[in-house]
Structures are given as C-alpha cells and as structure tokens.
C-alpha cells in the first residue's frame, strides 16, 4: 500500500492554472506584464524561457519548443500533457523519500512547491526530513522557508505563495491510516454497488475531470489572446 497519494490533485492543477497562468507560447517568466509577451529568442529572456503551466524550458530542450517562439501555440490537450509530464518528473524524488503515510493536502502543499523552486531544494528536503520524524510542525515551518526572494530582492507574491503551501499542508490534520492508492479530489461511488458498474463510473468521473481541466486551459488561453489583440488595438490608436 502506497504511503503517497498516488496522483496530484484537481486543486493543484486549479492554483497552478491560476499561479503560473495558461500560455500556449515561449514567454520570460520574469515578464510582469499582461499577457505576456511572446519570447522571440532564448537568449532574449531574463528569467527562463517558460510555456504552458510553468513549465520551464532547458536548453536541451530548445530543439522541442522553437517553433512556440514563432507563430505556433500548443492546444490544449499538449499543456494539459505537459503538465502531466512536469508532474511525474517533480515528484518522483519527492515519493522515493517519503517514507510514512501522508494525507492529500500534505501532498498537494508539497508538490505546489516543488512546481515553483525545483523538487530538490534545502526546504523541501527539510520538509520531508521532519515529515518522516512525524514532526507536521516542523515540516510545516519547514516549508515557510522556502525561497521567497529574486535576485536578492524581497518578493511579495512568493511569500504569500509560501504561506499558502504550509497552510495547505495541514488542512487535513495528521494521517490516520496508511494511504490508498489512490486519494481522488472528490469522492468516488461504491466500488462494489449492487449494479455493479463502478468501472464506468470511474471512467466517467475521469473523463469529466480531464474535461474541466482542459476548460480551464482554453479560458486561460482564450483571455491571454483577447488582451493580447485588446493592447494591440490601443497601440494602434
């Protein structure tokens, strides 16, 4: 039985849609403006060339995403697959570490973190350090001091992001029992009901999420395309 909720929650997806924002093209994550602007070049960013939902592009990976420097924009089933790919990616180091029973807020709080400073930072490993000891307190403030500044500047929006993590981290309380393997966001029907069709409605409940998600992808999008087009006509006045 695993001791980690075996997938990221709805909610995450929901906060890192709202926090990283949606963008289907190349843009600089240290770009404060709205929409973005759409990075022509690599070597042109001041932070890290980003797309999609946070995802930040490696120099390996320039070959993959020069056409998004263009005109070209990822649909929304490829953000929504990057994103999968971004998690299995983030938190496999997190799980291999954990070794007790953690409840889905715990993991959600840690993985909502990891997105943004990287699965390997001191916090984080201090975090599961205290997680392992049964010290939720600890690894509560643990989380609290995670990177709240850049380029040695204080960062508002970061400590409220810190703040929020710990606070999710114990909005469940302690595990009472070992977790399942699967810890869904909402809940699911009988999986044994007298009529004996649990494995459609599973289905079902699957299909509707991947549903809501890439609703709010194309929202994401479609407002970043309107403001874009938006400050274009006002430039042109």
Known sequence: ????????????????????????????????SYPKKRLRNFAAARGYPTIGIGHLIRPPEYDRFRPY?????????????????????????LRKKIKVPITQS???ALL??????GPYTKSLSAAIDAINAQDKAGARAALLR??????????????ARRKEEADLFMQEG????PM????PAAPLAPTTPPDGRAPYRARLQAQRRKRTRRAL?????????????????????
């Open 69 to 93: 420097l263009s005109e070209k924009t990822l649909t929304p089933a490829q953000i929504e697959a990057l994103f999968q790919e971004d998690t299995q990616r983030i938190s496999a180091p």
């Open 217 to 237: 992808i194309v929202g994401a999008a479609a407002l970043a395309l309107v403001s874009a087009l938006a400050l274009r006509e006002t430039l042109k006045q």
């Open 106 to 108: 715990m993991w959600d």
């Open 1 to 32: 039985m695993s001791k980690v909720p075996a997938n990221v929650s709805e909610r995450v997806f929901r906060r890192l849609a709202a926090l990283e924002g949606s963008i289907p093209y190349v843009y600089d994550d240290q770009d404060r």
């Open 112 to 117: 909502l973190q990891a997105f943004n400073t």
């Open 180 to 183: 399942a393997d699967t810890a």
């Open 146 to 159: 995670a990177p709240t500044t850049s380029k040695g500047k204080l960062v508002p929006h970061l400590v």
């Open 174 to 177: 302690p595990p009472s029992a």
